[in-house]
Nanobody
């Protein structure tokens, strides 16, 4: 059973940066396709970014392209989400998730992921 724990959230002014980390226990994250999702108050959870298990290819929702970067640190068994040029609309609880099998077409779907963390709050003030 893989357990995921997010960290790195906080309060930041618009234009600032945060780096989120997703640490794993009970499994090796390099064996999984990894995704970051977010959920703002009153809204559905949405896809933010993903990184492939074998290819290392990365995918982003349009609104974060060029500002967010997903990466792996296999030595630390973590997945990172570097967030730059943050905007108030980025405010949400951010979740990392792990998927054993996934396709490019399905990686944006929540139901394709097997394991989820508890989330970390990101608040961007204007």
């Amino acid at each position: 059973q893989v357990q995921l724990v997010e960290s790195g959230g906080g309060l930041v002014q618009a234009g600032g940066s945060l780096r989120l980390s997703c640490a794993a226990s009970g499994g090796t994250l390099s064996s999984y396709n990894m995704g970051w999702f977010r959920q703002a108050p009153g809204k559905e959870r949405e896809f933010v970014a993903a990184i492939g298990r074998s290819s290392g290819s990365t995918y982003y929702r349009d609104s974060v392209k060029g500002r967010f970067t997903i990466s792996r640190d296999n030595a630390k068994n973590t997945v990172l989400l570097q967030m730059n040029s943050l905007k108030p609309e980025d405010t949400a609880v951010y979740y990392c998730a792990a998927a054993g099998r996934i396709t490019i077409l399905s990686m944006r779907r929540l139901d394709q992921y097997d394991y989820w963390g508890q989330g970390t709050q990101v608040t961007v003030s204007s």
